[in-house]
C-alpha cells in the first residue's frame, strides 16, 4: 500500500532553516509529482510548491519563493523540503502529499489534486 | 488568487442524519474542484475530485456537485466516523491552488 512517511518533529529559532524528510513506498516514485502543504495549529491548508520526480522541476508559492527548496531523491524514493529564515508564522504541520495523477509520458502534467498524505511533521519556531 | 468560501462553518448533526456542506469560489473553477476530510490528528483524504468523482475506496454516502462557483458536499447518512472537517479545493490554472476555511461536522 502507498506510504508517505516523514521525519520527527523540529524545534527551531527565528531565522533558522528546517530540512525535513518523506520516505515514500508502495507505488512508483516517479510516476506522481510530489507536494508540501502546510496547516498552522487550528488553521486551514496551505498548499507550498511542487516537485517533478523525473526532472526535479520545482514550483512554489509566490510567498515562499526565495526560501523553500524542494527535491527528491529517486534512488532513496525520498522527498525533501528545505525552509530557510523561518519565523513563528511557520510554526505548522508540513505534510508531503502526492499527486493523483499518473505520469504516462513525458510531458504529462499534475492534476492538483491530493490522494495520499504523510503523517505530518510539526515544525515549531519559537526563541 | 482564488478565494474559497465554506459553509457553514460548523454543522451539528446526529449519526444517520444528511449532510450538505457548501463551497463558494470567487471566480468560476469550472469542475476543478475537490473536497478531504480531515479527523482529529489525522493528515486529510481525499473525498471527490472533479466536483464529483469519488476518490478510490470512499464510501457511495459521500457525493459532490456543482459547476462554476457553487458546490456541495452531500453526505447521506452519517456514521460515527464521518464527524470531522471538511476542506474544498480548487485546482484550476495557476497556482496557488487554495483551499477553504474547513466546516466541522459535529
Known amino acids: 500500500q502507498v506510504q508517505l512517511v516523514q521525519s520527527g518533529a523540529e524545534v527551531k529559532k527565528p531565522g533558522a532553516s528546517v530540512k525535513v524528510s518523506c520516505k515514500a513506498s508502495?507505488?512508483?516514485?516517479?510516476?506522481?509529482?510530489m507536494h508540501w502543504v502546510r496547516q498552522a495549529p487550528g488553521q486551514g491548508l496551505e498548499w507550498m510548491g511542487y516537485t517533478n520526480p523525473n526532472s526535479g522541476g520545482t514550483y512554489y508559492a509566490h510567498k515562499f519563493q526565495g526560501r523553500v527548496t524542494m527535491t527528491m531523491d529517486t534512488s532513496t524514493t525520498t522527498a525533501y523540503m528545505e525552509l530557510s529564515r523561518l519565523t513563528s508564522d511557520d510554526t505548522a504541520i508540513y505534510y508531503c502529499?502526492?499527486?493523483?495523477?499518473?505520469?504516462?509520458?513525458?510531458?504529462?502534467?499534475?492534476?492538483?489534486?491530493?490522494?495520499?498524505w504523510g503523517q505530518g511533521i510539526l515544525v515549531t519556531v519559537s526563541s | 488568487e482564488i478565494v474559497l468560501t465554506q459553509s457553514p462553518a460548523t454543522l451539528s448533526l446526529s449519526p444517520g442524519e444528511r449532510a450538505t456542506l457548501s463551497c463558494r469560489t470567487s471566480q468560476s473553477v469550472s469542475t476543478y474542484l475537490a473536497w478531504y476530510q480531515q479527523r482529529p490528528g489525522q493528515a486529510p483524504r481525499l473525498l471527490i475530485y472533479?466536483?464529483?468523482t469519488r476518490a478510490t475506496g470512499i464510501p457511495a454516502r459521500f457525493s459532490g456537485s456543482g459547476s462554476g462557483t457553487d458546490f456541495t458536499l452531500t453526505i447521506t447518512s452519517l456514521e460515527p466516523e464521518d464527524f470531522a472537517v471538511y476542506y474544498c479545493?480548487?485546482?484550476?490554472?495557476?497556482?496557488?491552488?487554495?483551499f477553504g476555511q474547513g466546516t466541522k461536522v459535529e
Open positions: 508502495g507505488y512508483t516514485f516517479t510516476d506522481h509529482y
Open positions: 502529499v502526492r499527486d493523483l495523477n499518473v505520469l504516462m509520458k513525458i510531458g504529462d502534467r499534475p492534476l492538483y489534486y491530493f490522494d495520499y
Open positions: 479545493q480548487q485546482r484550476i490554472n495557476w497556482p496557488p491552488w487554495t
Open positions: 472533479d466536483a464529483s
